[in-house]
């Protein structure tokens, strides 16, 4: 025996870091179960941690970056009431609509102070802040120039609408050239930065989120097989088929897999939902709204300056187009297109309509309903628009001028609500993407520890009666 023993050679490099005896390989077992869980548990705790952040930023910034883009409406309306101010002049039987004008203004101008505020809060850099200080500087000058118009407009002959002074043209002129040239752009600007705030967290947390899921699955299949190979081994060893707290233990960990990979993929889908079904519809419908608004503006520019009316056309047309694009060589081929398009839902497998609206209709979660009326307002929009300008060119100003403060700006009214009743639609899906995923995540930090805890436990209770029979 002892001539045998001292003929076994001595375990020699990574033989000697095996263990040699069956509870040295028990103990190497568990110690290598608990490290593979513990790296489970800090993979699923980040992945956690990722989609946390991600609802926690959009759910601050979306609304935030949402009111900021409001500013390019109130900017655009301030324009708008400014020049329906001036152009129904300040004659008795247009008090009541000048005042409502001026009102407007004046509530768009309050507004649009917020929204710059806003704006200011969510700047990142000196180059945004710097761009938001110009804006304050830049609307200041409007303001000047928009009161200096109203007041000799005011302190000029009564006049009827169409006929204000041209002194009162050019200081109006100055006003919405500051307006086109400064403002607008620069808001436009602000928007589109303060939007990267969503988007990059969104592109970010989200690939992060999937990413975690696929390492969290992935280290939990390694702790399964190395619980399978320990159950095999005890198993074999012990001449037991069935360990039944090791079983558990395996159980336990399938359970916590699973679960943490379905809370991440949910998580994932409701970052995904806000962003793409919610945030991005709202902020692409409030330009729609925006840049229909300023069109609007044109068609009473049109009429108060009539020396610009054919770039108030060309412009008008244009950001028709950018709202709803199809192709058209001139406004009223445009509005033939318009008046013969039946549907803005668009398929998967359909060529897309362009612009907003048709952005808008080509999304699978967009309200097919909810678009009609929006094209159904649209078109009238478009309808009336060719309806003035007709009246305009046979020197009618007198009919275009009511028709455009009359049952135009009804019409309007009505595609607007439209407009926002329809991005009430998606505020509604991003509200409940924001709760769903806040929802998924809560708990978690005492679910996690818990479970493996729980894990750990049966893991012992598996193992301590093998090891105590080799005390």
Do not use: C
């Amino acid at each position: 025996m002892r001539a045998r023993a001292a003929a076994t050679p001595p375990r020699k490099g990574l033989r000697r870091a095996v263990p040699s005896t069956n509870s040295g390989r028990i103990r190497a077992f568990v110690a290598g179960v608990v490290v593979v869980l513990v790296a489970l548990l800090l993979l699923a705790w980040n992945g956690v941690d990722d989609a946390r952040t991600g609802v926690r930023v959009i759910d601050t910034a979306g609304p935030q970056v949402i009111a900021t883009g409001d500013l390019y409406f109130r900017l655009t309306d301030m324009d708008a009431q400014l020049a329906h101010a001036l152009l129904v002049g300040d004659g008795p039987a247009h008090k009541d609509d000048r005042q409502q004008a001026i009102d407007r203004y004046t509530d768009s101008r309050s507004r649009a102070d917020e929204a710059l505020i806003q704006a200011a809060r969510l700047a990142r850099d000196s180059t945004e802040r710097q761009t938001a200080r110009s804006l304050l500087d830049a609307l200041g000058r409007y303001e000047q120039f928009a009161g200096q118009a109203l007041l000799q407009d005011q302190n000029g002959p009564v006049h009827s609408p169409g006929q204000a002074s041209t002194q009162v043209t050019k200081l109006y002129r100055s006003a919405t050239d500051l307006m086109k040239l400064e403002l607008l752009p620069q808001a436009y600007n602000l928007t589109l930065d303060n939007g990267t705030i969503v988007r990059h967290t969104y592109e970010d947390k989200r690939s992060a989120v999937l990413t975690g899921r696929t390492i969290v699955v992935v280290t939990g299949l390694v702790l399964l097989v190395l619980l399978a190979g320990f159950q095999w081994s005890m198993a074999r060893r012990f001449r037991r088929l069935l360990n039944l707290p090791l079983a558990l233990t395996t159980v336990a960990v399938v359970v916590v897999v699973a679960w943490t990979a379905a809370m991440l993929g949910s998580e994932a889908a409701s970052l995904s939902k806000a962003k793409t079904d919610g945030f991005d519809s709202i902020l692409a419908l409030a330009r729609a709204r925006a840049i229909g608004n300023s069109a609007q503006a044109d068609q009473t520019r049109y009429l108060l300056d009539p020396e610009r009316g054919d770039t108030y056309e060309q412009v008008f047309q244009s950001k028709s187009q950018t709202v709803l694009y199809l192709p058209a060589d001139n406004l009223a081929g445009y509005q033939d297109s318009v008046r013969a398009l039946k549907t803005l839902k668009t398929g998967p497998k359909d060529h897309p309509i362009l612009g907003f609206l048709g952005a808008e209709g080509h999304r699978p979660s967009s309200d097919a309903k909810a678009l009609g009326a929006v094209l159904r307002g649209f078109q009238r929009f478009q309808a009336n628009d060719r309806q003035m300008r007709d009246l305009a060119k046979v020197k009618q100003t007198g009919a275009a001028i009511a028709l455009q403060t009359g049952q135009a700006a009804t019409d309007y009214a009505a595609y607007d609500d439209s407009l926002v009743k329809l991005a009430a639609v998606h505020q509604t899906t991003f509200d409940k993407a924001m709760k769903d995923g806040k929802g998924g995540t809560q708990g978690w930090q005492y679910a996690l520890p818990i479970a493996g805890l729980v894990v750990v436990l049966l893991l012992v209770v598996g193992v301590r009666p093998r090891l105590a029979e080799y005390r």
